[in-house]
């Protein structure tokens, strides 16, 4: 899992820090060319990959590449047979 944030998009608004349910984000002193303070994402072991502060970044300058998660198979269920569906002949018209 990785977090990236687009720090010239950034206005340092805080949306990301406030709706995160876990509080991954802090705002840090580091500025972007624009004078803005950038969050910083100093708890991202503690990230459950919501999505909130990417949803909620009205700059998308927010950027969550999720973990993959491997698929769990299925049991195997009978399938009932479909419905055979009547064709009109072209005699019968």
């Given at each position: 899992?990785?977090?990236?944030?687009?720090?010239?998009?950034?206005?340092?608004?805080?949306?990301?820090?406030?709706?995160?349910?876990?509080?991954?984000?802090?705002?840090?002193?580091?500025?972007?060319?624009?004078?803005?303070?950038?969050?910083?994402?100093?708890?991202?072991?503690?990230?459950?990959?919501?999505?909130?502060?990417?949803l909620y970044c009205p700059d998308?300058?927010?950027?969550?590449?999720?973990?993959?998660?491997?698929?769990?198979?299925?049991?195997?269920?009978?399938?009932?047979?479909?419905?055979?569906?009547?064709?009109?002949?072209?005699?019968?018209?």
């Amino acid at each position: 899992m990785a977090i990236t944030i687009i720090k010239d998009f950034c206005k340092g608004c805080g949306f990301c820090i406030v709706s995160c349910p876990k509080k991954v984000y802090e705002l840090s002193d580091e500025m972007n060319v624009k004078g803005y303070r950038l969050p910083n994402p100093v708890r991202i072991e503690d990230c459950i990959e919501c999505g909130l502060c990417e949803l909620y970044c009205p700059d998308f300058a927010i950027i969550i590449e999720k973990t993959k998660k491997k698929k769990e198979t299925k049991t195997e269920t009978k399938s009932q047979p479909r419905a055979k569906t009547r064709t009109k002949s072209k005699e019968g018209r």
